[in-house]
């Protein structure tokens, strides 16, 4: 095994909440007027900035205010959902199987993020976990990537990312980084395996992956 530590995705990755994100951007898009989309669809578009990804589903230019106000919509829906919200099946396995340093970091609000991962049993797993600080999201994730390893003392080379993104993919690269992309979450698993980087069906064998690269 070449990567020493390992930094989990959250949303997508280890939470199950595909159907939730779904139904909350469609709560957002009501809300403006705009028609609903599906999950294949969802899966067949999503990308970041999440305001572009606004603006295909609206079919017109999405401006940052609107986005702000679509932002909020969207996660009063996601709070009121996430009650329903379990785990991916084999998460609690997949994070056993890794046999070195592990972390997650996500592109939901930190402070929201740190009590739901003690709430489904995960505290103590990780050795940092870091959420957006900011009020407003929907952007990269690169950068966030570079600070969390920074802030864990490890370098790029010596890490891999679990996620379910072209994001999480171009993220984990920008800082000389390995990743395994997981087909069970907001992106359409042609889309992963198009990308060239190597793709799992589990996240136990994204972990067994990750440990091969």
């Not at 996430?82 to 970091?105: C, E, F, N, P, R």
């Amino acid at each position: 095994m070449t990567a020493k530590h390992l930094v989990w995705d959250w949303n997508g990755t280890l939470l199950d909440d595909l159907h939730l994100v779904v139904s909350s951007t469609n709560t957002a898009f009501a809300a403006v007027g705009g028609r609903d989309v599906d999950s294949d669809e969802h899966r067949r578009a999503f990308r970041r900035p999440v305001a572009d990804f606004y603006a295909e589903m609206l079919g017109r230019a999405v401006e940052q205010e609107e986005f702000g106000r679509l932002d909020r919509i969207f996660h009063d829906a996601y709070r009121l959902g996430l009650t329903d919200v379990s785990l991916a099946a084999d998460a609690q396995a997949a994070i056993k199987t890794w046999s070195g340093s592990q972390s997650l970091l996500s592109m939901w609000f930190h402070h929201e993020l740190v009590p739901a991962v003690e709430g489904y049993g995960l505290a103590g797993l990780f050795t940092r976990i870091d959420g957006l600080k900011a009020e407003l999201g929907g952007g990269f994730k690169a950068g966030h990537l570079a600070l969390h390893l920074s802030e864990l003392g490890v370098a790029g080379a010596d890490a891999v990312l679990i996620g379910d993104s072209i994001d999480d993919a171009e993220a984990a690269e920008s800082v000389g980084a390995s990743v395994v992309l997981y087909t069970g979450g907001f992106t359409d698993p042609a889309r992963l395996r198009e990308s060239g980087r190597p793709v799992a069906d589990t996240l136990v064998d994204a972990v067994k992956m990750a440990m091969s690269l």
